[in-house]
């Protein structure tokens, strides 16, 4: 970790700029609105920074703060939005996520896998997460109850993981 | 797949589809450089005993918009915490500044209310709640937590009417207040809106970036300029019923006499109408700043133009400083009601532009010689004429106002710089035309950039689908209605001209720096989808009257 306690403000945005895509990602996979992600990205740098100086790896600096920025996730609820026995299928699938680079790669493939996807799933998922329309909006479209929609949505995403892993076991 | 890999793909493509991390190095530093050193104030989350208020020692004042941090304050009267006050940081930036503030005694209930006081170069803590006040016996700028800067006229009087409030893992802030006008008259300015309100009207301000939702105050302030153009409307109808028809044909719609010579700390071009108020702006300081801040503004956007740039935080301080000053001579200016779409609307009357130029290039050593002084004042006259009609038209739309003072005023700037020598005209666009509204304090993008929202969208159904869910929570919509509004947003903004040029770096920052000419052709994109919208839409009177006044542009930024 860089020397932050002589406190430069080149120090402070390069560590920023280094962890924070892995770490807002973390909070959005977690459930967390974008706005709520910005402000935890930030108090979880904060915390950092405020903290006495450990000397810690790029690996183990990423991993401190998903950790500080995943507990304050939990504290911003009345009752943990997960429980605590879930934690290791989290991290789990975090990784598998977010691999060697926060989840880079994992966005390209994705990508890739979208033109894939069947052309009525592929429509379901630009209407849902291009044109942020509703479940009733793009039900009506496609002729679908609104359970349905969810259902398409779930399987599209489905068929979008299964693609992901594929590519990256043919890779590997 | 379970249950977290499917959240996995489902962040995923929110990100691929827009809802990326933000670089928040700058917000950290700042927060970094300006807290005290206390905790973060927190709400626990089952309290034994219920303190009336909890008051935040730490004031982290805001400096620029959506970067700073405001702080806080929470009121609770039952076992489930209910937030009706919060502690905001007022920076007094000039004047002085008093307001309704609350004991730091925090477990005494209920506690005793406090009148606070602050001058300049100090802050105090603004307790935020329905019917809390803050007033300024004298002209006065503050910072207002993360709402932007606030200018007021001497006994101005804020009262909160509403506002609402965002919990962050304990730590509440105040998202948007609602403040009416008691007394006096206010500009709102933040770094890409600014808003001007005088007593009786409500301003709504978000805090930090662009508010979602400044309708209600843009409605206020667009009745009372509405209330007044028919007043003066019906007065100028009864002027010429009554005089004679060869004394129409010679008189001037504006007389705009030019005094024999400028002079550097006064008035360089006048008129009968605004001559009382105008005169007590003072010039010499509007051109000082004016000067200052070209370079400053120039380099700012410039700096932003590049990819994956930063916002230059010096220089954006140095910016909003300096907007302070000039914010502080915008009361004047709407006190002498110089006609305009708003408070920059007023700002960018030729009258005003010619004066402030006077005092630039006096302040730049490179006064105006006799002769352009002559050819500019036949320009104001000419002009100021045109911007009255303007005024006094009536709109079906209130943007419609703002389309055609934004051509009238183009035609303008062109032609005052036809008047120029070169060395005059890098003193008022150092660097050239940046090719950005906002660059330039001589241009209309001043104007633009004060009413453009701009919205990320891939296509012309995307944009609409965004701009449909506004209006629709706005107007309040049912879902027929709102199909055919969508549909028509659509077909309006399909335009070739709206969806060539990619955003670029500065159109997608933090600043939002828009290509020169892109609000424009969006504000007469919409000025036609709007009509079409109270043509073939169904919609209430009251929605009409909403839709009809609403004053901000929306602006596709293809992706």
């Known amino acids: 970790m ?44 904060l915390r950092l920074l405020r903290a006495p100086f450990v000397d810690r790896s790029p690996a183990a600096t ?22 605590s026995t879930e934690l290791d299928k989290i991290e789990a699938g975090w990784n598998g996520f977010a691999g060697d680079d926060g989840g880079d790669d994992t966005l390209v493939r994705l990508r890739a896998c979208l033109e894939k996807l069947d052309a009525r799933a592929r429509q379901a998922v630009q209407l849902h997460y291009e044109e942020r329309r509703s479940r009733a909006d793009i039900g009506a479209r496609l002729g679908l109850g609104e359970d349905g929609v969810k259902s398409l949505l779930r399987r599209a995403r489905a068929a979008l993981r299964t693609c992901i892993d594929r590519g990256q076991r043919e890779e590997a | 797949m379970n249950d977290w890999d499917d959240r996995a793909i489902d962040a995923a493509l929110h990100e691929l589809h827009g809802s990326k991390a933000p670089d928040l190095s700058a917000r950290v530093l700042l927060a970094l450089q300006e807290e005290q050193p206390a905790p973060l104030p927190t709400l626990a989350s089952t309290p034994r005993r219920l303190p009336w208020l909890r008051v935040a020692a730490v004031l982290l004042v805001a400096v620029l918009v959506g970067l700073g941090a405001a702080l806080l304050l929470v009121h609770r009267s039952s076992p489930q915490p209910v937030v009706q006050e919060v502690a905001i940081a007022i920076e007094v930036l000039a004047g002085e500044v008093a307001c309704d503030g609350a004991s730091v005694d925090v477990d005494t209930a209920p506690p005793a209310k406090v009148v606070q006081r602050a001058t300049a170069g100090s802050t105090i803590a603004f307790v935020a709640g329905r019917g809390r006040r803050i007033w300024c016996p004298r002209p006065s700028t503050f910072r207002l937590g993360t709402f932007g800067v606030i200018t007021v006229v001497r006994d101005s009087e804020l009262e909160v009417k509403d506002m609402e409030i965002s919990k962050v893992q304990g730590v509440v802030m105040a998202s948007s207040l609602t403040l009416a006008v008691v007394a006096g008259v206010i500009t709102w300015q933040s770094l890409t809106r600014s808003e001007a309100a005088a007593t009786g009207d409500v301003v709504t301000m978000s805090a930090g ?14 009745r009372r300029r509405v209330d007044e153009l028919e007043r003066q409307n019906r007065e100028l109808s009864l002027d010429r019923e009554r005089q004679p028809v060869s004394d129409q044909a010679s008189t001037p719609a504006t007389t705009v006499e030019a005094p024999p010579a400028p002079a550097a700390s006064s008035m360089a071009f006048s008129d009968p109408r605004f001559a009382d108020a105008l005169a007590k702006i003072d010039w010499a300081t509007m051109g000082a700043v004016t000067h200052e801040m070209t370079p400053v503004l ?38 002498a009601e110089v006609p305009g779409f708003g408070a920059n609307g007023s700002y960018t009357h030729p009258l005003v532009v010619a004066n402030t130029l006077a005092s630039t290039l006096q302040a730049a050593g490179q006064p105006m010689t006799s002769t352009q002084h002559q050819r500019l004042a036949g320009l104001v006259n000419a002009f100021s004429a045109e911007a009255q009609s303007i005024a006094d038209s009536a709109h079906e739309v209130a943007l419609d106002q703002l389309l055609a003072e934004t051509e009238m005023k183009d035609r303008f700037f062109t032609e005052m710089g ?14 050239g035309p940046s090719g950005y509204d906002g660059a330039s304090l001589c241009d209309t ?28 929570q706005e107007l309040g919509l049912d879902e027929a209605t709102e199909q055919k509004v969508r549909d028509i947003i659509t077909r309006g903004t399909a335009a070739d001209e709206l969806w060539r040029d990619p955003a670029a770096a500065a159109e997608l920052s933090q600043a939002h720096f828009l290509r020169a000419g892109r609000t424009k052709t969006a504000l007469r994109h919409q000025v036609q989808w709007m009509r079409m919208i109270r043509q073939q839409v169904q919609l209430t009177p009251e929605q009409l009257k909403k839709l009809g006044k609403m004053s901000r542009v929306l602006v596709p930024l293809p992706r």
């Open chain 2, 298 to 335: 120039a380099e700012l956007v410039e700096a932003m133009t590049k990819e994956d740039a930063e916002l230059p935080v010096d220089l954006a301080i140095k910016v909003q400083q300096l907007n302070s000053k000039l914010l502080e001579q915008v009361p004047a200016l709407l006190a």
């Open chain 2, 418 to 431: 036809v008047a120029l020598t070169p060395e005059q005209t890098k003193t008022i666009h150092p660097g």
């Open chain 2, 445 to 472: 993008g001043v104007t633009m950039r004060a009413h453009m929202q701009p919205i990320e969208a891939k296509n012309p159904a995307d944009f609409a689908g965004s701009v449909t869910r506004t209006l629709s």
């Open chain 1, 2 to 45: 860089t020397e932050l306690r002589t406190i430069t403000a080149d120090s402070v945005q390069a560590l920023v700029r280094a962890h924070q895509v892995e770490v807002w990602r973390s909070l959005r996979y977690l459930g967390a609105s974008a706005e709520l992600a910005d402000d935890l990205v930030q108090e979880t740098f």
């Open chain 1, 62 to 83: 990423a991993a401190w703060l998903r950790t500080v920025a995943r507990n304050f996730y939990v504290k911003s609820f009345r009752r943990p939005p997960f429980a």
């Open chain 2, 209 to 222: 970036g662009a508010p979602p939702a400044a309708l209600v105050a843009e409605n206020a302030e667009l």
